[in-house]
């Protein structure tokens, strides 16, 4: 069983057994027009633990809900709930809450108070399926909690400023988080977590966001799977953290002077695999990243397929294809203190005489002209120049300037078939 059906079996089980333990003995109200009771607020004072209440279809305008008691609550055909750009619209201080089937708009907008559409405050085992949200300053705010789950959210925003908008999903000093299967698009970051530990980020799509599609920052022991990050600012940042899983991933179209598929920054112990990086400006930058295993990634049509800086040790890049980049590896030292084994590099002109699949000749991937753009970024101006070639081919022959030991003495004859 692959690690992503395992996951979603498992997530949707949970899900089931939290849903139908939170029915037994319990009641169900029914809000709206012609219902038991009109308002949310009202019938929020008369619920009891484990009671269900079904918000039915209209416009809900009653500033800042909160819910104190775990209890199931389900809007019916869509109801939506509006903050009026004033309010938070929902905040939940209980354990055992599950939130689906509702639109959330027009939150509050301030720096100051992070208004959001839903906020989830020292609580445990809190569950937001299935609801849309438009035109919030934060999405969703996992504020202090462990054990809660976003999944299968649509959450757009069109903010225009980075300093003045929030963030898609929002994770503070929180615990074994689920984040599944969410699609954000137009905030300042789709998702950010900081202090965010044990937990896992799987099958979100984040587009078109200001900044970045994924950011975290001492953020440790936590995966990242099979996620889709596209067109957004800047990429996806990793800063201050050990021990990450990053694998199947896509990181695409991220373009701009700053921007990377993925940053990583002041990480190290992490494992990158099986991800795919097309036409980003740059897909990997590292600065001081220390100890990552990168293996069976797909370098495509970059500008940049690594930038690694001379303060990266012990890295060890295996068994990746490097297809269609203009660079594919540049650094802006003199020394390499990293390993690159059994890649595939699609501008390797060597051969394999005893048919191992090897090519018998090292393979130098670091080009004279990749170090003099990294030192002086106008000469790029003179790309594809006969003289930028005339330098290539020299330093080849007689290296002089390139670090001797930045070479791959195994480079693959064919490109693996991941």
Not at 11 to 27: A, G, N, V
Not at 109 to 117: E, N
Request: proline share 3%; glycine share 8%.
């Amino acid at each position: 069983m692959s690690i992503d059906s395992y996951i979603g079996k498992a997530f949707y089980l949970c899900c089931l057994l939290q849903f139908l333990s939170s029915q037994c003995f319990s009641r169900t109200i029914y809000i709206g027009k012609g219902k038991e009771f009109t308002s949310i607020k009202q019938a929020l004072q008369q619920v009891n633990p484990g009671d269900t209440l079904v918000v039915t279809q209209g416009i809900y305008k009653e500033g800042n809900i909160r819910i104190d008691k775990p209890i199931v609550f389900m809007g019916k055909n869509w109801p939506v709930l509006d903050g009026e750009n004033k309010y938070e619209i929902l905040s939940i201080f209980a354990d055992s809450v599950y939130v689906s089937g509702f639109r959330f708009e027009n939150s509050g907008m301030s720096s100051t108070s992070d208004p959001c559409a839903i906020r989830i405050i020292q609580a445990s085992h809190v569950c937001i399926d299935n609801n849309q949200l438009h035109d919030n300053f934060f999405g969703i705010y996992i504020q202090q909690s462990k054990h809660c789950t976003v999944s299968n959210n649509i959450i757009t925003a069109s903010q225009k400023e980075e300093y003045n908008s929030g963030n898609g999903i929002h994770g503070w000093k929180s615990s074994h988080i689920q984040i599944m299967g969410n699609k954000i698009k137009g905030h300042r970051d789709g998702i950010y977590l900081e202090f965010v530990t044990q937990s896992i980020v799987w099958r979100n799509i984040a587009s078109h966001n200001l900044r970045y599609g994924l950011h975290f920052m001492f953020s440790h022991q936590d995966a990242y799977i099979t996620n889709v990050f596209k067109n957004n600012g800047a990429g996806v940042a990793v800063m201050f953290t050990r021990n990450v899983t990053m694998m199947h991933n896509t990181f695409l179209d991220n373009q701009g002077d700053a921007a990377y598929g993925l940053l990583l920054k002041e990480i190290s112990d992490c494992y990158l695999a099986g991800n795919t990086f097309s036409n980003n400006t740059t897909a990997i930058f590292l600065d001081g990243t220390n100890r990552m295993k990168i293996q069976r990634n797909i370098f495509k049509d970059n500008g940049w397929g690594m930038r690694i800086q001379a303060n990266c040790m012990e890295n060890t890049i295996t068994q990746n294809n490097f297809l269609g980049n203009t660079f594919d590896v540049s650094t802006n030292g003199s020394l390499t203190l990293n390993t690159f084994d059994e890649n595939y590099w699609d501008k390797y002109e060597g051969y394999d005489l005893n048919k191992d699949k090897r090519g018998d000749v090292p393979y130098h991937p670091l080009s004279l002209y990749a170090v003099i753009v990294e030192k002086n970024p106008p000469s790029m101006l003179l790309y594809r120049s006969f003289m930028t070639e005339l330098l290539d081919k020299s330093e080849r022959l007689l290296p002089s300037l390139t670090p001797a030991n930045f070479v791959d003495l195994r480079p693959l004859m064919r490109p693996l078939k991941l």
